[in-house]
């Protein structure tokens, strides 16, 4: 069976959370609501649109000062040979965010993998200094913004083996659904404590080893089936 890789960007593809510390830097404000949405949201008492929302009334910020601040990080330069390595066996990999659109895009395209499909949240820049989050993917759990869970069904649907590789919180719903879990951080914990089939990771070269392997052994299981495949009537 084919196999599709998704992969969560902040934390993940890019090692740094950039979207936890956009919304950190340009946060003003009290900070009470903040925290006590944070809580709920690693409690599983909210889901991450509505934190968000939460999130994103304490910005002040203009599109320029957004981008200046988010070229300061980069991806896991392993992740591009992930891609490759997929490329090669046939195997999609897709970006699957809660993070912003206007930084994902930028940063894929400045790393020379603007090919790489992905979906997220977005942030429309509004005058003087605001900014409104955007949520264009419809569907799944329906607390999510971009509900991971709901690429996973839709990759399954195509008949897809999903592999799942994330760090946080965000990542639950597609560790739930997918086939394959590879994880580190937050992700990693929660797995372990609810029972989800993990296998951890350190960065993108251990998930590029798993990755060959994983299409090694199914290239092989094909090519098993396929002489009894043929000679059925």
Not at 58 to 81: K, S, Y
Request: charged share 25%.
């Amino acid at each position: 069976m084919p196999f599709a890789m998704l992969c969560d960007f902040d934390g993940t593809v890019a090692p740094f959370d950039i979207g936890a510390g956009f919304v950190r830097h340009f946060g003003r404000g009290p900070t009470g609501a903040l925290e006590t949405a944070l809580t709920r949201w690693q409690a599983g008492e909210i889901g991450h649109r509505e934190l968000t929302g939460v999130e994103c009334q304490r910005l002040v910020v203009t599109a320029g000062e957004a981008i200046g601040f988010t070229r300061q990080f980069e991806l896991d330069p392993a992740f591009a040979e992930l891609v490759e390595d997929c490329a090669r066996a046939g195997a999609p990999v897709e970006v699957v965010s809660e993070g912003f659109e206007f930084y994902i895009a930028d940063l894929l395209d400045r790393a020379g993998l603007a090919g790489v499909p992905f979906t997220s949240n977005r942030l429309r820049f509004e005058a003087p200094d605001r900014a409104e989050p955007e949520f264009p993917n419809e569907g799944g759990c329906g607390r999510c913004g971009n509900c991971k869970g709901e690429r996973v069904r839709h990759y399954r649907q195509r008949g897809y083996t999903v592999v799942m590789v994330g760090d946080g919180y965000s990542d639950r719903c597609g560790a739930v659904a997918a086939d394959h879990v590879l994880a580190r951080g937050a992700l990693l914990d929660w797995c372990r404590t609810e029972g989800v089939a993990v296998q951890p990771f350190v960065d993108f070269r251990d998930v590029a080893e798993w990755t060959r392997g994983f299409a090694a052994a199914a290239a092989t299981a094909a090519t098993a089936v396929a002489p009894a495949t043929e000679g059925a009537s």
